[in-house]
């Protein structure tokens, strides 16, 4: 079992930053993908960014440009650094670790974007 904790969710005003974060309980050196995901209100969960064990780097079209992933596996955190924030970003991010056979969600943590 792992867990992974989110924070950083806020009220942030359109144009505005913010920086997610989300902790591993264990090591996430040997996850295949680490990734952020959102569900806003009325829609499907989508794949906000991820990144692989590898390095590679994958943003939906949504926030390429605007929102920055990190993953530092010494930390076992990954970040999402949103930038220009839109009122279409807010929702509840979650955090995902994917080890192939089992994947972990974090709880969540709410991005409320006021106009």
Same mark, same amino acid.
């Given at each position: 079992?792992?867990?992974?904790?989110?924070?950083?969710?806020?009220?942030v005003?359109?144009?505005?930053?913010?920086?997610?974060?989300?902790?591993?309980?264990?090591?996430? %050196?040997?996850?295949?993908?680490?990734?952020?995901? $959102?569900?806003?209100?009325?829609?499907? $969960?989508?794949?906000?960014a991820?990144?692989?064990?590898?390095?590679?780097?994958v943003?939906?079209?949504?926030? $390429?440009?605007?929102?920055?992933? &990190?993953?530092?596996?010494?930390e076992? &955190?990954? $970040?999402?650094?949103?930038?220009?924030?839109?009122?279409?970003?807010?929702?509840?991010?979650?955090?995902?670790?994917?080890? %192939?056979?089992?994947?972990?969600w974090g709880?969540?943590?709410?991005?409320?974007?006021?106009?």
């Open positions: 079992q792992m867990r992974l904790e989110e924070s950083g969710g806020d009220l005003q359109a144009g505005g930053s913010l920086l997610l974060s989300c902790s591993a309980d264990k090591s996430i %050196d040997d996850a295949t993908i680490m990734a952020w995901y $959102r569900l806003a209100s009325g829609k499907v $969960r989508e794949l906000v991820s990144v692989t064990i590898s390095g590679d780097t943003y939906a079209d949504a926030v $390429r440009g605007r929102f920055l992933m &990190t993953r530092d596996n010494a076992r &955190t990954i $970040r999402l650094q949103m930038n220009n924030v839109k009122v279409d970003d807010e929702a509840v991010y979650y955090c995902n670790a994917d080890f %192939d056979r089992y994947q972990y709880q969540g943590t709410l991005v409320t974007v006021s106009s």
